[in-house]
Every structure is written in C-alpha cells, then in structure tokens.
C-alpha cells in the first residue's frame, strides 16, 4: 500500500435528491471532488438493506445492496417512474437528516411502479445477473417477499414450517409471492448496475473504494434464515448464544448486540465457502475492504441467548488464521484493514502479523492523561491506517468539548497549542496529524474537513434513535476547501504516484 489518503462518507449521508443519499450526480460529483482534492480513496459504510434501527451493521443480507441507494433520478431516465412521481415519494424527507420512517412508507411504493414499467424479466442481463447470483438472491428475495407479507415481523417470529424452511411452505410462498420476488431480485439488478457504474468512474478518475463488512450478521436476516446450520442454533431454530463485548470500563454490564455467533466447525467443514462468496462478492464492490470487530476472529464472547446483559458471557476460540489463509488460497490476496480497536491481547496481535493486514489507529484515542496511549503518533508504525476519528466517534470539532481538563492540557502540548487556539484550527491541527504520521494511509471523516460540530455524528454506538442519519449539504464542497486538502496532501506526500 503505497503512502496516501482518502475520506469517509457513508453512501446514505450524500446530498442526494428525496431524503438520501444515492448513487446519483452527487455521488459523482463527491468523486469528481474527491480527485480534485487529490485524495486515492472514498471509504464507506456497509451498503446492506437496513433493518431495525437504521443501522448498516444490522442488514437483512450479507450480501445485498441497499434499494433506497438506488438512483430514482436514473429510473426516471429511462422511463419507469417520472419525477412527480419521485417527488411525491419524497414528501416529508429532510435535507439534513434521514427520516427513514418517511423511506420506509413512501420509497418502495415508488420502486414498484418502476418495476411494474421495467418488464424486466425479459430482459436478459437481468436474467443473468439472477442465474449468476444464485448462491444467495432467490432466498433473499423470498425472505423479503415473506416479510413484508407479515406486516414485517422478524423471521424468528413466522409460523415454524416456513421459519425453518420446510419444503410445502417453501414451495406455498414461492408460488404465492412469486412477483415479489421477482421485485426484489430488480431492485439488486438496478442497485449492481448503478454501483458498478459509479465505482467504474471513480476508479478512472484515480479514486479507490474502501468497504466496509460487520464479522458478523443480523438475527433477522436472509443469511441465517438460509444457512441456520453455519450459526448456532438448536434443533428449533433458535439462538444458542449472541455476540456482544464484556463489561469493562466503559460499561458495567457490557455490551448485547444480540447478532448470532458462527458455527465455526461447520464453516471448515465445508471449506468456509460461505465466507468465500461473502469476500467474493465483496471484491467485485469493493477495492479494499475494512472488516469489523477483527478480533472476533481470534476469540469471540459468546453471551447466552435471552440474557439482558453481557455480564455472563464467556470467551471462545474462533477459527484464527486458518480462514485468512484458505481465503487467500482461493481468492488471492486481498487488500484488508483490520479493525483491531479497542483491548487487544497478544493472540490477536500475533493473528494481525500473521494476516500481515494493516490495523487502525485513531487519533482521538490518542490523548490519555493517566498513561502514554498506544494511539500516539510516534507509536505508529507504516502498516497502518490513520483516522482522527471513526463513524463511532465524535467529530473532531465536537470532540474537543467533550474531553476533560487533564486530556485535554495533554493534547494542546501534544500539538503546541494553547487553550485559546480555535476549535476549527484545532480540527486542522488533528487532520495535519494524521497525515504527517507514518501510517501509509489516511482516512479522514468528511465532517473533520467541514470542523462540524456533534449535530454531524454519524453514530453513538449502543444507542437507538438518532443515529445514520446525517446529510451532507450540497454546497459543503468549494473550490477552496479542494485546493486545501490537495496542498496539504501534497505537503505530506500522500498525493498518488500519478500526480
């Protein structure tokens, strides 16, 4: 990896046009910009169809993209909606926030006029990218067709003939709701083609793309309904044990995030195919892939199914660095950052080394005034990936109210500054930071370049309610701002090879 930058935006916070963000002219634009500012790479946020809470981390497919993504603008160009149409759907959105309550009731209706007009089962790409995707699209379409059939409900909450897949109530809903599946299988077509169009233009304009895949999967999702033997549930269906962190500092009862755990001998039983198509599909969307939670791969904390709390989980093995080297065996290598946050132990560092996958470091967590921070600048070493803060983290500009006196003082000496200095120059000290420090990339939240306060956080993490949802605004961009980022890239040798 050579010495470079990029920056983080997730799809959904473009200033798109009707509530979201999209894969229409402002994500080119967004990429035109990304160019111009000299940056190598746009990092996202996973693109999976959100569930409960709005979360990308909880998706009902692994392997899925998102329809509210899904350009209306380019549906209206070809003919199957038009724009009144798209402007009613958009009635009661926000330009600065996302009301995924007003997508939710307004946003499929329209996707299904668009569908109606496409006569798309004629149209033989779309019967080949079906036929191509057949490890995974026709249960996730029948999973959704079922769904919405019950008002919604969670799959661990349908009748348990169709809830464990019993052959005359696959056959019933398959016939029942056959058109349905047939939309949802659209929506993918229309969502692989636009995305592969847009990281085609990036790619050309010099820019790479960065994703992102949680280690683990939603309860409710097409991907445990369909594979129930890669998870671990007993014989009725039903959760043995869910992920989550123990309780430490930060936390006195821990972390429930309630996701089923794998079966890990039944992923090397079979030679971890799942996880091979799961990295397969990632390669053909992405150009580099963040995994989530890495240390999960190591050892997991397995917490009891129904516990209101992680107080009683207990620490497991996971499959280590057996699954990285069949991954690679079959796939080649592949370009991955670790998200090795958090408290480490050496089994987990030695599995790092073993992959030779550059980890994380944020700047944010750099500023201890009790102890000399692992995250400090002149700890980094070149393998690494640098940010000044995460999606789970608080803007820069907003971050340095929250810190306290102590960390606070240790910080302003850290970069030779006094408590009169601006937040906004402090902002641009933290990103200068970064990208003076030895890590061979660096990431930097959009918001940090636009010094936004908390309003623009993207997410509290083990909170509900009021995050994903901020926009960017559409004239957040400027000449200057470009010129900026560009000099300073430049400045830090971080500028591609090309230029």
Known sequence: MERSSGILLPVASLPSEYGIGCFDESAYHFVDCLAKAGQSYWQILPMGPTGYGDSPYQAFSTFAGNPYFISLAELV???????AECQKAAVGTDDKYIRYDVLYKQRYAVLRKAFTASG???NPEYNEFVQKNQDWLPDYALFMAIKDSKGGKSYMEWEEDIRLRRSKAMVYYKNRLIDEVHFYQFLQFEFARQWQALK????????SIIGDIPIYVALD?????SHPELFQFDDKGQPIGVAGCPPDAFSETGQLWGNPLYRWSAHKENGYSWWLARLRNCCEWYDMVRIDHFRGFDEYYAIPYGDSTAENGKWEPGPGVELFETLKRELGEMPII???LGFLTDSVRQLLQDCGFPGMKVLQFAFDSREDSDYLPYRYVENSVVYTGTHDNATTYGWWSELTPEDKEVALRYMNRSKRTPKKTLTW?????AMASVSALCIVPMQDYLCLPNKARINI???LGCNW???MSKKAWSDTLCEKIYAMTRLYGRLSISE
């Open 429 to 433: 000290d933290m990103i200068c930071l």
């Open 200 to 207: 085609k233009y990036a790619n050309e304009k010099g820019v």
């Open 338 to 340: 670790a998200e090795d």
């Open 77 to 83: 160009k070809k003919g199957y909606i038009t724009e």
């Open 461 to 463: 993490p083990s909170t």
């Open 221 to 225: 999702s097409a991907d445990t309904w």
């Open 120 to 122: 798309i089962e004629s």
């Open 469 to 471: 949802q901020w926009r």
